[in-house]
């Protein structure tokens, strides 16, 4: 097989992990509502909790992660990743049955457990247990999880030469979206026909499909086969962590991440239940899938982000200068969010925001793809892994702050009927969660144009 056509091969395995990979993210927001919502008696506060620890172990995972995947290898170490990410996504669907078993009751789904009082001892109880079974899978989910970019960039910087890197990773990044597109069909059309639980195990079992297919397809690409300058970033010893934690430059891209990172995430996991709260949308409505289908529709046009760094480098600048004035670029675009709700009140349709949130995501999807390919342009590819890991962590704190934040912050506007620029209550708490997103990026990039050392 041509040595050209076989890389974009490899490339589309990494696309086909990553779809897996937010496919299974989804299962949950797609079902909380108005499903998993009725029968364990959840709240914003819960659910926020659940999203919220999930970032966290994910955040705290990928550190680690990184640097197995540089110790196994590609092959090895993927077949890993998606193996444990893919048995936790399936034990969610025991989660109701854990919780029976604690509790001693013979269904939740019986009339009178449904009709329990909200706050009354018993839900909360039910509550409070399924929570913790829902942490436990979640925690084994993201463990999985966070192998997957670190695991993805090592093979991009492995095949792709730097001026192909960013095209290649907004091709196998563009995975999220699609992921995101299939979700709202597939995942409550199962859920509403064969159950909730039955979502969880059908999309999980995805992974184990892939496992095989890789296990034949990849191949550890050759030195003769690199560029002079793949040889001699493959010779050169990976970086230790301490050696890697001392580099101005591993501050840089953490710190960046760290500011930005949240609001994909956020969009990810609390567009369908804004959608529920705001305009009473159900996920499981064919308005409700098309919405979310359309918004990551638009995300798609974040794999021509990936081309804008070749329009400097034609320029004379180098790949690092192409990629760090691409991301500027795309960390304007997210200040639209500062008007994504006034947008839905005042024109008092869904499709507004949905459309701002929707280019926001390809924003973001551009600026991800443009600032892993800096991990290539600043760092030997024999680290890549660690260093994303190393960063991922970091960003991942934001995530997981972000998320918990939310729960709270939408029940305290609601509690208090907080009003803030004339929205009152949940809209405000919207609100706030939606001008940190739209300014995120752009001080993010301002932390990494700052503390990056000059090149």
Not at 159 to 180: L, V, W
Request: proline residues 4%.
């Amino acid at each position: 097989m041509n040595k050209s056509n076989y890389k974009w091969i490899i490339c589309g395995m990494l696309f086909f992990a990553t779809t897996v990979n937010y496919l299974d993210r989804q299962v949950l927001s797609l079902t909380y509502p108005n499903l998993i919502e009725k029968e364990f008696h959840w709240d914003e506060t819960m659910y926020g909790t659940i999203t919220g620890i999930f970032s966290m172990v994910y955040a705290i995972a990928m550190f680690f992660a990184g640097k197995f995947i540089d110790w196994l290898g590609s092959k090895k170490g993927y077949l890993w990743a998606i193996g444990i990410w893919s048995t936790g996504a399936c034990l969610h669907a025991i989660c109701g049955i854990g919780t029976q078993m604690v509790l001693g009751i013979d269904s939740l789904k019986s009339p009178e457990m449904l009709q329990l009082a909200a706050g009354s001892k018993m839900a909360l109880a039910i509550g409070t247990v399924s929570v913790w079974m829902f942490v436990s899978a979640r925690c084994l989910l993201a463990i999985g999880e966070s192998g997957n970019f670190p695991a993805a960039i090592k093979v991009t910087a492995e095949y792709f030469e730097p001026k192909d890197r960013a095209f290649a990773t907004s091709i196998f990044n563009s995975g999220c979206s699609i992921g995101a597109l299939i979700a709202p069909f597939a995942i409550p059309l199962i859920a509403k026909y064969w159950g909730w639980e039955m979502a969880f195990i059908v999309i999980g079992a995805l992974g184990y499909v892939w496992m095989g297919l890789w296990i034949f397809i990849y191949k550890k690409p050759k030195s003769e086969t690199q560029t002079q300058e793949s040889t001699d970033e493959t010779e050169e010893k990976p970086l230790t962590y301490v050696q890697a934690l001392r580099m101005r430059e591993t501050w840089a891209l953490s710190l960046c991440r760290f500011v930005s990172d949240g609001g994909w995430w956020f969009f990810l996991f609390w567009t369908p239940m804004y959608l529920n709260t705001q305009f009473g949308i159900k996920p499981t409505d064919p308005e409700g899938m098309t919405l979310i289908f359309v918004l990551y529709l638009i995300t798609m046009l974040s794999i021509f982000g990936g081309k804008m760094p070749n329009l400097f480098i034609r320029q004379g600048k180098t790949a690092y200068q192409s990629h760090l004035w691409s991301m500027f670029i795309f960390a304007c675009i997210p200040l639209l969010g500062l008007f994504a709700q006034p947008a839905g009140e005042s024109l008092a349709t869904p499709w507004a925001p949905i459309i701002i949130i929707g280019v926001l995501g390809a924003a973001h999807q551009s600026w991800s793809a443009n600032m892993f390919s800096v991990i290539g342009d600043r760092f030997p590819k024999s680290s890549a892994a660690t260093i994303t890991g190393i960063s991922g962590t970091v960003g991942g704190f934001c995530n997981a702050w972000l998320n918990m934040a939310a729960g709270f912050i939408i029940v305290y506007a609601d509690e208090t009927s907080m009003n803030l620029f004339g929205f009152i209550g949940k809209s405000a708490g919207y609100m706030i969660l939606f001008c940190w997103c739209g300014i995120a990026y752009l001080l993010g990039w301002t932390i990494l144009k700052l503390l990056m050392p000059r090149q």
